[in-house]
């Protein structure tokens, strides 16, 4: 069947594609031949991409003559061509047989494909042979390795399998099993001449197509001789397993040095691409060096990307392509012209065109090696060929019921599964050999696939691990991947990968960032996210199967089926659409184990951490003179109590803290002998500095927890395996000093927080003393590189506050001092300013600390003496602090806390003015001194400075409002002493009183009455005593004054301005009813003096008629004084039964705020003075010469009765009923007076 090219468009050759000369890739794709084959009325999909390819574009083949005898090889017979590629250098011609690991060897290359995008990993032959079965009666042996979702597929040579283990022992176990099970009579089947015939002619037809000369050349050698040689060749070249998986070392280095090299620059792994393993390991290798590697490498000609239908695979094909002219690519087959094509055949033929995406085949036919004639056949064609008619459509039900069947059933990552199907039998069966291998007895049951498996796992984990910080969704996969490959591993034999595969279990677990901040992405994946589970389906095969197993073969007993992992019953089930995919649950995919909980994330990182460390100290020899230390035996964390005195010692300790970077010399081994740049070497940088950063993690948490000594703990232990890091650290990048920078920063706030909640150092030294066991073996490990010893003073518990804050303040400045070092100038900036902010907060409170010190010394003090010179030391040092806090504040522009600062100062200043305060002889106070008026000024200076600092009080409300409040209370204070204390003999009262009056106009400036606050009622109740005050003052003044009138009048005035003032504010206060009535007593006093000076009885029957109306004011004050007893008698006739429980003497004395004898006082003042009054009046209005009116004479008859009563009440009685009383007398005098003078009734 002639095809003819003339009138289409030819297809487009797939080794013209653009090849990837970068190295092969995942991502991007270099050309796509999309192509689909009609199958009757149904449509096969199918589309190919090239990966990579190693062959020259294709060329265009040579025309054999007729009767060209291909039994004569060519001259150019099996000499290396580019063309043919591996078929070119065997007598296996294009369908050489596939290496043991050849879908490894892919699956290193594209590592980027594995483990997700793609579905099979296989050499074409592979592929081809699972599409075959049921049309097959040969036997199929397969390995099959599942990583991810990715199956990958090998050839599994039982027969060199067994010849291997009758020299190495490795295999007996499985040898016996496949006797006993499957086949007690194996022996070795040699391959017949015939077989080795038609590869022969296969071999030279090719050659003779890339040659071009149709006539053949002889060589020397007799036919004989060439028979011979030619079977000799195809048993060298045939494929064999590696003897013992070894190489020599110089091989290894030198295949591996490119790869090992770009690791260490691209990925932050130490182990990286981990084929590159040290010869000090004595790994076994994966591969032999020589002419015919039999390595972990991509030998295939081109690899390409295969998306048949629904199944993406990554296949190697070695298939010769050749083109030119109108037939730019075609396929060369040779057929023997008595043979017809069978089903087989162009299956095969089909296929391996799809895969490659070649249009036609060109069949050159032969009769005994001699060419008769060339056909050309499109790929579409082929399945419609004479005697070779198959359903593509069946192909692909095939194709997916595989793949569903593996999945379903190769859920394992790490096991070596065997895919098996006897010669002549319809019954496939599946073994997990790695299962099978542990149940072996034999000590040597290594299975040769475990350490490429598990090297797999971890480039596949590695390769994922660099996509997952931009995608979280990732962690479940690694983290299968990596425990998968740990578990597969002997740690004497292969400590490197478990140490690497172990920091990277600890890298999942982010220690920086709260869990579920990855744009709501779910952490998941996994090993087994599609795969598919069907226990019943297999338990009812299982017993189906006991019926049938005679028909299909004698050797297969009832009992076989229990070992194998499942059973194809029928190789034509495979032929059912969809028969193993619609009965199958996909599993819900892996879950990564995100903890909420930052301590339980951070024990698993220390774990892992552990882990690796243990691989790596494994590998290093231990120095003579290294002390043995037993990793059961707790290291102590000691705790000392260090008082103030020991600030010398610690200063030279805390200079530790920034000369630590006494750095390991480039060529010097480590305390434990490790080289620097080795692999150890590498991995400890990264475990110990994952380690401290944990710790620091954990130190945090518990510092939000305010466990104070487990989080000194846990800082300690960071800084401790930082000490270790800097051991082995020839430099420090300035990412690590950024962090260390953080570590003292937070070991600075934990002391100050020690040191501020003293009352708990026996929970916090418990807490600081407890030790897990993966801490102490962690500390054991670090003190094989380091004395750990750099960083004790800054984490060490110690029970003296001052030394604690002492501490924390030299952390922070340590801290300080690394971010404004020449490595980190440029970085940090966000982090400079918080260590600021630590440093103005640290200084603040050591300011506060020897000031409140030396508050407590004055009172302390028996006998106010002289200031001593320790106060004046607290002062100063006080002081000092102060000043370099408002610096450090001032250099970040934190107004706020400057204003705070500022406010503290104010407050030391007062502190200086009360120390200064003089003692007459008999140790009373003495006059206000001008050292005390001098420090007062100086605190409201600062107080100015920091209303100032912070402008307006929108900036910080709360502070706005302490800084007034500070500045009224300072003048107030001023102006009280001024005024109590008048230094009489420094300056003249005039000036005395014109100062007093200043300082309380300014105190009652600054207070704030209108705003709500807790503090409203403080500043009325301080406005009230200041206008009291004010009030008394000029009252004095009136009192004293002889001659000047005009001045008498302006101080009359006053006061009563005052006194108005003082009762409208304390009138406002609910809880100042001594304070009123006094005020109240003092105005009518104030009247009594004005009426004393009058002539007139008019005049001064109207002032005794206004201080008559002010002392009916005081019923205000008395009914609160009332209410205030009747409150307390309540409280003490009825205890709370619970408040009596704890406290018996609750009835020793009053819980109400009234000062009883505060109040019998005034009371005693009262009395006397209403009673003068009364009379007073009584008398004036009886002895007036007008006569008196209705009014008039009721007015007097109610205060004689009132006085009457008065004078007859009870002196002794209790204060309760001498209040009531009062409050009655006084209520008779109010509506009379008030209609009488004011117009209002009550």
């Known amino acids: 069947m002639s095809a003819s090219a003339g009138d289409r468009e030819p297809g487009i050759p797939l080794d013209n594609a653009k090849e990837e000369v970068n190295g092969p890739t995942c991502t991007g794709e270099s050309s796509k031949h999309d192509s689909a084959v009609c199958a009757g009325n149904s449509e096969i999909k199918s589309r190919a991409v090239v990966k990579y390819s190693a062959a020259p574009?294709?060329?265009?083949?040579?025309?054999?003559?007729?009767?060209?005898?291909?039994?004569?090889?060519?001259?150019?017979?099996?000499?290396?061509?580019?063309?043919?590629?591996?078929?070119?250098?065997?007598?296996?011609?294009?369908?050489?047989?596939?290496?043991?690991?050849?879908?490894?060897?892919?699956?290193?290359?594209?590592?980027?494909?594995?483990?997700?995008?793609?579905?099979?990993?296989?050499?074409?032959?592979?592929?081809?042979?699972?599409?075959?079965?049921?049309?097959?009666?040969?036997?199929?042996?397969?390995?099959?390795?599942?990583?991810?979702?990715?199956?990958?597929?090998?050839?599994?040579?039982?027969?060199?399998?067994?010849?291997?283990?009758?020299?190495?022992?490795?295999?007996t176990w499985l040898k016996e099993f496949y006797q006993r099970l499957i086949d007690q009579k194996w022996q070795r089947k040699k391959k017949s001449k015939e077989h080795w015939y038609q590869k022969a002619i296969l071999s030279k037809f090719l050659y003779y197509s890339i040659n071009g000369d149709g006539a053949a050349e002889p060589v020397p050698n007799n036919p004989n001789e060439r028979e011979e040689e030619e079977e000799n060749e195809a048993e060298e070249f045939s494929s064999s397993w590696p003897t013992a998986f070894t190489s020599t070392s110089s091989d290894t280095e030198e295949s591996d040095a490119p790869k090992q090299e770009s690791v260490s620059m691209d990925s932050k792994f130490a182990l990286g691409q981990v084929t590159s393993v040290h010869k000090e390991q004595n790994l076994p290798m994966l591969f032999n060096e020589g002419e015919n590697s039999q390595g972990l490498r991509n030998d295939f000609v081109r690899n390409i990307m295969w998306t048949f239908e629904d199944i993406h695979m990554l296949v190697g094909s070695n298939m010769p392509i050749f083109g030119g002219g109108r037939y730019p690519a075609v396929s060369l087959r040779l057929r023997d012209n008595n043979k017809p094509i069978n089903i087989l055949t162009g299956i095969d033929y089909w296929l391996d065109n799809l895969m490659c995406n070649v249009p036609e085949l060109v069949m050159c036919f032969h009769v005994n090696g001699i060419v008769q004639k060339y056909e050309m056949i499109k790929t579409e064609e082929i399945p419609h060929l004479e005697n070779s008619t198959f359903s593509t459509r069946v192909v692909k039900d095939i194709a997916q019921n595989i793949l569903s069947f593996l999945k379903s059933n190769c859920t394992k990552e790490g096991h070596t599964y065997w895919l098996f199907k006897a010669s002549g039998s319809d019954i496939v069966k599946l073994y997990d050999l790695t299962t099978l291998c542990e149940e072996a007895e034999e000590e040597k049951c290594q299975n040769p696939f475990t350490l490429p498996v598990a090297v797999l796992l971890y480039r596949v984990a590695s390769n994922l691990m660099l996509k997952a910080r931009q995608n979280r969704k990732h962690y479940g996969t690694i983290r299968t991947l990596l425990l998968n490959c740990v578990r597969l591993l002997d740690q004497e034999r292969h400590p490197q990968i478990i140490a690497s595969a172990h920091y990277m279990l600890s890298e999942l677990f982010q220690l920086d960032e709260p869990p579920g901040e990855d744009g709501g992405e779910s952490?998941?994946?996994?090993?087994?996210?599609?795969?598919?589970?069907?226990?019943?389906?297999?338990?009812?095969?299982?017993?189906?199967?006991?019926?049938?197993?005679?028909?299909?073969?004698?050797?297969?007993?009832?009992?076989?089926?229990?070992?194998?992992?499942?059973?194809?019953?029928?190789?034509?089930?495979?032929?059912?659409?969809?028969?193993?995919?619609?009965?199958?649950?996909?599993?819900?995919?892996?879950?990564?184990?995100?903890?909420?909980?930052?301590?339980?994330?951070?024990?698993?990182v220390l774990s892992y951490v552990l882990k690796g460390l243990k691989a790596v100290d494994?590998?290093?020899?231990?120095?003579?003179?290294?002390?043995?230390?037993?990793?059961?035996?707790?290291?102590?964390?000691?705790?000392?109590?260090?008082s103030a005195t020991g600030a010398c010692a610690a200063e030279q300790g805390i200079s530790l803290l920034l000369e630590r970077a006494r750095l390991l010399q480039a060529d010097q081994p480590t305390r434990s002998g490790m080289i620097p740049g080795s692999w150890q070497h590498r991995m400890k940088l990264q475990l110990f500095l994952k380690a401290s950063k944990a710790y620091y993690v954990l130190s945090d948490a518990a510092t939000n927890l305010l466990k104070y000594g487990r989080a000194l703990r846990y800082i300690k232990l960071s800084l401790q395996c930082y000490d270790a890091y800097c051991s082995v650290s020839g430099t420090l990048h300035p990412q690590v000093l950024q962090f260390h920078s953080q570590c003292l920063s937070l070991c600075g706030d934990i002391q100050l927080m020690l040191a501020q909640n003293a009352n708990n150092r026996a929970a916090y030294l418990e807490e600081y003393s407890y030790q897990t066991k993966e801490d102490q073996e962690i500390l054991h490990s670090l003190h094989r590189e380091s004395s750990c010893q750099a960083f004790n003073m800054a984490a060490d518990l110690a029970m003296d506050p001052e030394y604690q804050l002492f501490v924390s303040s030299k952390c922070y400045e340590a801290a300080y001092e690394l971010l404004v070092s020449e490595a980190l100038k440029d970085h940090a900036s966000d982090q400079l300013a918080q260590v600021l902010k630590r440093l103005g907060n640290i200084r603040n409170e050591m300011g506060v600390y020897y000031m409140n010190q030396a508050a407590a010394m004055q009172t302390e003090k028996e006998v106010k003496k002289s200031v001593s010179v320790v106060e004046q030391e607290m002062w100063k040092k006080s002081f000092a602090f102060f000043e370099k806090g408002m610096k450090d504040f001032g250099a970040i522009g934190d107004s706020t806390n400057t204003a705070l600062l500022l406010c503290n100062t104010g407050r030391l200043m007062r502190i200086c003015a009360q120390a200064h305060c003089a003692l007459s002889s008999d140790q009373s106070r003495g006059e206000f001194s001008p050292e005390e008026a001098l420090y007062y000024n100086k605190a409201i200076d600062y107080y100015l400075r920091a209303m100032k600092s912070l402008a307006s009080r929108e900036n910080h409300s709360a502070v706005w409002d302490s800084v007034i409040w500070e500045l009224s209370t300072t003048y107030f204070t001023l102006a009280t002493l001024l005024q109590d204390y008048a230094p009489?003999?420094?300056?003249?009262?005039?000036?005395?009183?014109?100062?007093?009056?200043?300082?309380?106009?300014?105190?009652?400036?600054?207070?704030?009455?209108?705003?709500?606050?807790?503090?409203?009622?403080?500043?009325?109740?301080?406005?009230?005593?200041?206008?009291?005050?004010?009030?008394?003052?000029?009252?004095?003044?009136?009192?004293?004054?002889?001659?000047?009138?005009?001045?008498?009048?302006?101080?009359?005035s006053l006061a009563?301005?005052?006194?108005?003032?003082?009762?409208?504010?304390?009138?406002?206060?609910?809880?100042?009813?001594?304070?009123?009535?006094?005020?109240?007593?003092?105005?009518?006093?104030?009247?009594?003096?004005?009426?004393?000076?009058?002539?007139?009885?008019?005049?001064?029957?109207?002032?005794?008629?206004?201080?008559?109306?002010?002392?009916?004011?005081?019923?205000?004050?008395?009914?609160?004084?009332?209410?205030?007893?009747?409150?307390?008698?309540?409280?003490?006739?009825?205890?709370?039964?619970?408040?009596?429980?704890?406290?018996?003497?609750?009835?020793?004395?009053?819980?109400?705020?009234?000062?009883?004898?505060?109040?019998?006082?005034?009371?005693?003042?009262?009395?006397?003075?209403?009673s003068f009054l009364l009379l007073q009046l009584i008398k004036l209005m009886t002895t007036m010469k007008r006569k008196p009116s209705n009014k008039d004479e009721e007015l007097l008859k109610t205060y004689k009765n009132v006085y009457s009563k008065l004078l007859r009440a009870e002196k002794n009685a209790p204060l309760h009923s001498r209040v009531e009383l009062h409050i009655e007398l006084l209520q008779q005098l109010t509506p009379q007076t008030g209609s009488d003078d004011t117009g209002t009734h009550s």
Not at 567 to 593: D, N
Not at 1085 to 1114: C, D, H, P, R, Y
């Open 523 to 604: 952490p998941r994946g996994g090993g087994s996210e599609d795969s598919y589970s069907d226990e019943d389906r297999e338990e009812e095969e299982l017993t189906e199967d006991s019926d049938e197993n005679g028909s299909y073969s004698s050797c297969c007993s009832p009992h076989d089926d229990s070992k194998a992992v499942a059973v194809i019953r029928s190789v034509w089930e495979l032929s059912v659409p969809e028969k193993y995919k619609s009965t199958h649950q996909i599993r819900p995919g892996s879950a990564f184990p995100v903890s909420q909980d930052k301590e339980e994330r951070c024990r698993h």
């Open 984 to 1052: 009489l003999s420094r300056k003249a009262q005039e000036q005395i009183e014109r100062e007093v009056t200043e300082a309380m106009m300014k105190s009652l400036k600054y207070c704030d009455l209108q705003t709500e606050s807790a503090r409203q009622p403080l500043y009325q109740y301080r406005a009230a005593t200041i206008h009291h005050r004010l009030a008394s003052m000029y009252h004095s003044c009136f009192r004293n004054q002889v001659g000047d009138e005009h001045l008498r009048k302006q101080h009359r």
């Open 1056 to 1170: 009563e301005l005052h006194y108005s003032k003082a009762v409208c504010l304390f009138l406002s206060l609910k809880d100042a009813p001594c304070e009123l009535l006094r005020t109240l007593l003092e105005r009518v006093a104030f009247a009594e003096f004005t009426m004393a000076g009058q002539s007139s009885n008019a005049a001064k029957l109207k002032s005794l008629t206004g201080a008559v109306e002010i002392m009916t004011e005081t019923r205000h004050a008395f009914q609160l004084i009332q209410k205030e007893l009747l409150e307390e008698q309540t409280e003490l006739s009825e205890p709370d039964p619970a408040k009596s429980a704890e406290s018996p003497d609750v009835a020793a004395g009053p819980t109400s705020g009234l000062n009883l004898q505060e109040v019998m006082k005034l009371i005693a003042v009262f009395e006397p003075s209403f």
């Open 57 to 171: 574009p294709p060329t265009s083949y040579a025309l054999l003559q007729e009767q060209t005898d291909l039994k004569l090889p060519p001259a150019n017979w099996l000499r290396e061509n580019p063309q043919l590629g591996s078929a070119g250098t065997t007598v296996l011609g294009s369908s050489s047989k596939s290496k043991p690991f050849s879908s490894f060897g892919m699956a290193y290359e594209f590592i980027d494909c594995i483990g997700d995008d793609v579905d099979v990993v296989s050499d074409s032959e592979n592929i081809k042979k699972l599409l075959k079965i049921p049309y097959s009666k040969s036997h199929v042996s397969m390995a099959v390795h599942r990583v991810g979702r990715t199956l990958l597929l090998d050839e599994l040579d039982i027969q060199e399998l067994f010849m291997r283990s009758s020299q190495t022992g490795d295999w």
């Open 618 to 642: 494994g590998t290093i020899k231990r120095e003579s003179d290294l002390p043995a230390a037993d990793p059961n035996t707790p290291i102590p964390l000691k705790y000392e109590d260090r």
